[in-house]
Nanobody
Framework: VQLQASGGGLVQAGDSLRLSCAAS????????MAWFRQAPGKEREFVAA????????TLVDSVKGRFTISRDNAKNTMYLQMNSLKPEDTAVYYC????????????????WGRGTQVTVSS
């Protein structure tokens, strides 16, 4: 399974971005998907996850009400809509996938994309 994240960029506080994660090499609907992020000098942290068919989503408290995770299994793509961005959202964002249900720890995910940089200026 190959994952490719895209959509990052440099924005101002309060702006929006939509990240995409395109998957190939497997049956996309067989995998739970997630977004993680890693800021400079910090550990990679969980942001959001979505179940195989999209019925269940989980978000970290710091992004609830601002971020939305979704997926389109027909397009083999997952999304992260990020609104009301804050400087503390600045990080490299990674998409990841795993067989089975959603999870919130790095070690639970087998497949990872390379990441896309999101920078939010104040």
């Amino acid at each position: 399974v190959q994952l490719q994240a895209s959509g990052g960029g440099l924005v101002q506080a309060g702006d929006s971005l939509r990240l995409s994660c395109a998957a190939s090499g497997g049956t996309f609907s067989s995998f739970a998907m997630a977004w993680f992020r890693q800021a400079p000098g910090k550990e990679r942290e969980f942001v959001a996850a979505i179940s195989r068919l999209g019925q269940t989503t989980t978000l970290v408290d710091s992004v609830k009400g601002r971020f939305t995770i979704s997926r389109d299994n027909a397009k083999n793509t997952m999304y992260l809509q990020m609104n009301s961005l804050k400087p503390e959202d600045t990080a490299v964002y990674y998409c990841a996938s795993r067989v089975g249900g959603t999870a919130q720890t790095v070690n639970d995910y087998l497949y990872w994309g390379r990441g896309t940089q999101v920078t939010v200026s104040s």
